[in-house]
């Protein structure tokens, strides 16, 4: 039975009972589990002895007019869901983590500025300074995170890096729906005509993968689209290491990275492209 802590206090004594008899593995999420969620609870069983998730809505990664307040919040049904596979779920409050007004933040830099960090500033401040608590908290060895929030991969693999904070971090690749929709908490948002026209985003990861080059994967994102359903906050192709933009020169492993609000939901997706030297074509 998986063992619920509410308090910073609790954790802190959960972990110290736990010292010394085996690894641990952290799975941080914002609750509203579905089974991409699983996916990275059954990753984190299989790498360590012990399993705890994490389940806080953490208000320093939402702005202004985002939909902290509003976000699914399913606590119990949560437990049940990883009753098997976690031995403890951390679901504190917002005044437990945060004691302070205005608390302290990582700064994280140019990688947390562009793209996501770009449309939602602040964000990837919020989401380092969170992660990082978690880290202190429960001290895991390993700790394992999706690859659908790319951007905010890499940024926790570099806040690992630059504080020598010794945890293995370990992408699981995204969980998708039948129809293709990689499975998200905010999909409970869309209506059935809503996760129709979400499919744009998987069907034009589809289409990238088919292209061989960078020349033809750009020419590909370029091309404009006009949808009164979808609209698109960015469709770039970024080197996963820096997330900068590639150019028509680009040889070797490009991440496709898309952004898209349908009936008012945003969505991201992205997908990795193998491209070649033009002149092999």
Same mark, same amino acid.
């Given at each position: 039975m998986t063992t619920l802590i509410r308090t910073v206090k609790e954790?802190?004594? #959960?972990? $110290?009972?736990?010292k010394g008899k085996g690894s641990i593995a952290l799975v941080p999420t914002m609750g509203a589990? *579905?089974?991409? *969620?699983?996916?990275?609870i059954r990753e984190a069983r299989s790498r360590a002895d012990h399993v705890i998730v994490s389940n806080f809505v953490n208000p320093l990664q939402f702005g202004p007019g985002e939909d902290y307040e509003r976000y699914p919040r399913t606590l119990e049904a949560d437990l049940e869901l990883v009753d098997t596979l976690a031995d403890a779920m951390f679901a504190p409050e917002a005044s437990d983590m945060y004691p302070y007004p205005e608390p302290f933040q990582v700064d994280v830099g140019p990688i947390g500025r562009m793209l996501e960090g770009e449309i939602r500033p602040g964000h990837f401040n919020g989401v380092a300074t969170v992660v990082l608590k978690l880290f202190l908290l429960a001290q895991p060895h390993v700790a394992i995170f999706g690859q659908k929030d790319a951007q905010q991969l890499a940024v926790i693999r570099?806040? +690992? *890096?630059?504080?020598?904070?010794?945890?293995?971090? +370990?992408?699981?690749?995204? +969980?998708?729906?039948?129809?293709?929709? $990689? =499975?998200?908490?905010?999909?409970? #948002?869309?209506?059935?005509?809503?996760?129709?026209?979400?499919?744009?985003?998987?069907?034009?990861l589809s289409q990238a993968l088919e292209c061989p080059t960078a020349a033809e994967l750009l020419a590909l994102l370029r091309t404009d689209e006009e949808s009164s359903r979808v609209t698109w906050d960015y469709r770039?192709?970024?080197?996963?290491?820096?997330f900068e933009e590639i150019d028509q020169a680009f040889v070797g492993e490009a991440l496709v990275?898309?952004?898209?609000?349908?009936?008012?939901? =945003?969505?991201?997706?992205? $997908?990795? +492209?193998?491209? $070649?030297?033009?002149?092999?074509?």
């Open positions: 954790l802190q004594a #959960y972990r $110290a009972g736990i589990l *579905h089974e991409g *969620h699983l996916s990275l570099r806040l +690992v *890096h630059d504080f020598n904070l010794g945890i293995e971090i +370990v992408g699981v690749p995204i +969980v998708r729906e039948e129809s293709g929709l $990689a =499975r998200s908490s905010r999909n409970s #948002y869309l209506s059935e005509s809503g996760r129709a026209d979400a499919l744009a985003l998987s069907g034009l770039l192709a970024v080197n996963p290491a820096t990275v898309l952004a898209a609000r349908v009936e008012g939901v =945003r969505l991201i997706d992205n $997908a990795l +492209v193998n491209l $070649a030297p033009a002149d092999e074509q």
